[in-house]
């Protein structure tokens, strides 16, 4: 009897290790499969909006997560069975040990993540092919990190910019790669979403529902004009805290010449308002997150609250997609990272003078040459500083070449209050290019 009890204890000891091994296996298995789908979905995705060069997927920096630091197995206070190792992040299974490998796969997934590019994306319609490229030409010239493009174009544009960006030198193409792809919007009311404000503007919005593979991402308009490096603007992704999903500036720091504050006929956010030609954003939260809202007492995802809402505010909204933006962090306040106006300084924070207290310290770090003030003679230093990058010519001295004759070219603008505070463009500029010719000069 002894002898068929110790028998039974062997082979319920053997099936319980051969269940553990299984099960370890086929978690290993999952894991694998999902990386090979998302690695096979990249190769498709490369043969459709590739642009000559080799482009490598790769997420975004990945912004910090709930949870983040908890290790859910230094504790055993709760222990559970769950098969396939998707166990709550404060919680530590009898898995733990098995799960290791997981673990290290994971950890080096995210050193891998922690070193990639910046990832920039812009949407181009219309005749804005050579103003994206100016702005495209700003990031390139003054960035040491390297950044992937997201362009989003019209069909009609395509050529143009693969052309252009396939021709300057390749020791620049080095460090950018590019993807082009077409508008899209949603079936239902595209043409009302692509003509909500400026053309194909709203493709914004949809940015995080088609860019799934990408983390995080920062989106600017093509009227926009790098005088920090990108990767300056991508940091403040470490600082966002657990809710925090999105990055913008304020509309305005002058209530008294606010829009919002006085104009609007829907909610917005703050006292003033922010604006989205300069966004920040962490996708991976924001498609994972629910929205309160003023339609539904049931919080919506991204995917389900712009069509309601747009149906709801259309005929209230004057700014487009800018005012959606608006009234989805009026009710998400907590989701909302603020930075100053120095990350998106526009005609309004001079034209009646200077009304931006953090660039007059620190100087400018984006400038937003919005309502088209680089193409006529409202703002002639906002004019001079896009004309002066684009004619630059890559290769020559950046500071014989492109900064002296700006700053020369600023001098004649001192009539205007934007041109007065003019040296506010190039506090940090100067510092930026001098210190990029230098690595050129030490050939680094």
């Known amino acids: ?14 099936t319980f290790f051969s269940l553990l091994y299984v099960f370890s296996q086929l978690a290993s298995t999952l894991e694998d499969g999902d990386e090979w789908n998302l690695n096979e979905q990249g190769i498709a995705e490369r043969s459709r909006h590739d642009t000559g060069h080799l482009i490598r997927k790769m997420p975004g920096l990945t912004g910090p997560r709930d949870g983040e630091g908890v290790d859910r197995c230094k504790s055993l206070s709760v222990s559970y069975w769950n098969p396939y ?23 080096s997934a995210v050193k891998k993540a922690s070193d990639v590019r910046s990832h920039l994306a812009v949407v181009a319609c219309g005749p804005r092919l050579e103003e994206t490229l100016t702005m495209l030409k700003s990031a390139v010239l003054i960035s040491k990190k390297p950044l992937h493009f997201h362009i989003f174009a019209e069909d009609e544009l395509h050529d143009g910019f693969r052309h252009a960006l396939n021709s300057w030198p390749r020791t620049v193409q080095k460090k950018f790669n590019f993807t082009i792809y077409p508008i899209t919007f949603p079936k239902e009311n595209a043409n009302e979403w692509k003509k909500l404000f400026k053309p194909c503007a709203s493709q914004r919005l949809f940015l995080p529902l088609i860019l799934k593979e990408v983390d995080s991402l920062l989106y600017v308009d093509t009227d926009i004009l790098f005088l920090q490096p990108v990767e300056d603007i991508w940091a403040l992704l470490s600082q966002f805290n657990s809710s925090q999903l999105a990055a913008m500036a304020p509309e305005h720091e002058e209530p008294r010449i606010g829009w919002y504050n006085r104009f609007a006929r829907h909610p917005y956010y703050g006292k003033t308002g922010i604006n989205s030609g300069v966004m920040l954003i962490n996708m991976t939260r924001l498609r994972d997150t629910y929205f309160k809202n003023d339609m539904t007492t049931v919080a919506l995802q991204w995917k389900e609250i712009l069509m309601p809402l747009f149906q709801k505010y259309k005929l209230n909204i004057t700014w487009g997609d800018q005012d959606l933006l608006n009234i989805i962090f009026h009710h998400n306040p907590e989701s909302l990272y603020v930075f100053p106006c120095q990350w998106n300084y526009r005609p309004d924070h001079c034209i009646y003078g200077s009304n931006c207290q ?12 919005n309502r088209g003030v680089y193409h ?56 930026s290019l001098v210190s990029i010719q230098q690595d050129v000069t030490a050939g680094r």
């Open 85 to 107: 190792w998707r166990l709550p992040a404060d919680v530590c299974g009898v898995n733990c040990l098995l799960e290791s490998s997981l673990r290290k796969k994971s950890d």
């Open 376 to 431: 006529d003679d409202k703002q002639p230093a906002f004019r001079a500083f896009y004309e002066a990058i684009q004619k630059y010519r890559f290769g020559e001295n950046l500071e014989t070449s492109l900064l002296e004759p700006l700053e020369a070219s600023l001098q004649t603008t001192k009539h205007t209050y934007c041109g007065r505070a003019s040296h506010l463009f190039t506090k940090k500029f100067r510092q």
């Open 1 to 14: 009897m002894r002898c068929y009890l110790h028998a039974f204890l062997l082979c319920t000891a053997f």
């Open 358 to 369: 953090q660039a007059e310290q620190e100087g400018v770090f984006i400038l937003h040459g």
